[in-house]
């Protein structure tokens, strides 16, 4: 099953209440990056889906032919209509609902059904956007820069031997992206949050934007107590590439977006063992386990403070590291 944004929206009503995150949290709230809005086959093609992420109202279409998708600022630089509500695609243009303008695939106004010509000034602010391993995403910075790195192409992505499966839930969580992904250094709290006893030491290896997490851990399977590694890489703040190293080759991106300064929303895109009758039982177990820790991690995350200056046990310096790797997503007087 795969939610539209709509969906994320309409779960967020019955999250817990309690001090803001923005409160909480003294982190400027939209981190630079690239961040997962939708799954590509959301938008397909020919058609049109509104979202909010960011804290802005967003469209994302994709042209008749099946082109690339589109992400444009909702309102309509005519007179501020919702393009999202009623708004649709026209061979390789969108349209606004309230007066018909036509906006090409930069986000230009090229046609006025009742004048001759076109508003040149009249422009769509378009949202850089790739489609990489069956994902939609889009750069935000709030400076209005241009991406310098992309995510990588994972193979399993492409692999016959792979299936590919969007996770159940989508999870609304108040909380920080930074707060989601500071779990993955955090090794002590598997045991007491996870119940995964076995983790010891932690190795990091940082470049640019990638920061990688490989904590050696053994596992209980039903082939019995088996030595590995759970690896995290992180590519910015929005994702991370999950796998267990030693088990099988599973992997997962877990892909985190702001939707305003209170919520973000966290999925699981698998990418495990199987065929055309599904996910083999490995990857079946793969896909239980991830989903169930983040469970676990929510009523910590949407309660909890930021501590600008934790006070940490000896053997939890990784916590410090993440986050100095982390200040590169932020202009610098807003961290
Ligand atoms: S407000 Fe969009 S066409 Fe007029
Ligand atoms: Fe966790």
């Not at 981190?31 to 967003?58: C, N, Q, T």
């Not at 792979?162 to 500071?182: A, G, L």
Request: hydrophobic share 40%.
């Amino acid at each position: 099953m795969t939610a539209t944004s709509q969906d994320y929206v309409a779960e967020s009503a019955s999250v817990a209440t309690g001090p803001a995150t923005a409160s909480r949290i003294k982190l400027h709230p939209f981190p630079v990056g690239w961040y997962r809005i939708a799954s590509s086959e959301d938008v397909k093609a020919g058609e049109l889906v509104s979202m909010r992420w960011f804290g802005e109202d967003l469209i994302c279409w994709r042209s008749a032919d099946g082109g690339e998708p589109r992400v444009f600022d909702a309102y309509c630089a005519h007179m501020g209509a919702n393009i999202g509500r009623g708004g649709f695609v026209q061979g390789d243009t969108v349209v606004c609902p309230f007066h018909h303008w036509k906006y090409d695939c930069a986000g230009k106004n090229v046609e006025i059904p009742y004048r001759d010509k076109p508003q040149r000034g009249a422009r769509q602010k378009v949202w850089t956007a790739i489609e990489r391993n069956g994902q939609i995403l889009v750069w935000n910075a709030p400076d209005g820069s241009e991406p310098d790195w992309t995510p990588p192409q994972l193979p399993e992505a492409t692999d016959p031997e792979f299936v590919s499966i969007v996770s159940e839930k989508i999870w609304t969580v108040r909380t920080h992206v930074q707060e989601v992904f500071e779990n993955t250094v955090d090794v002590s709290h598997f045991q007491f949050v996870h119940g995964v006893a076995g983790f010891g030491s932690v190795e990091l290896v940082e470049d640019g934007p990638m920061f990688r997490a490989t904590a050696s851990v053994s596992m209980e399977t039903s082939r019995g107590k088996v030595d590995g590694a759970v690896e995290s890489e992180l590519w910015g703040l929005g994702l991370d590439i999950v796998r267990q190293v030693g088990i099988g080759r599973a992997r997962s991106i877990f892909s985190v977006t702001p939707i305003d300064d209170e919520q973000v929303v966290a999925t699981h895109t698998f990418f495990v063992p199987g065929d055309a009758d599904g996910p083999s039982r490995y990857g079946k177990a793969f896909m239980r386990e991830f989903s169930r820790q983040i469970e676990q991690d929510i009523p910590i995350w949407e309660t909890k403070l930021y501590r600008a200056k934790p006070r940490l046990a000896t053997g939890e310096n990784a916590i410090l590291d993440f986050r100095r790797w982390a200040t590169q997503f932020y202009a610098a007087d807003d961290e």
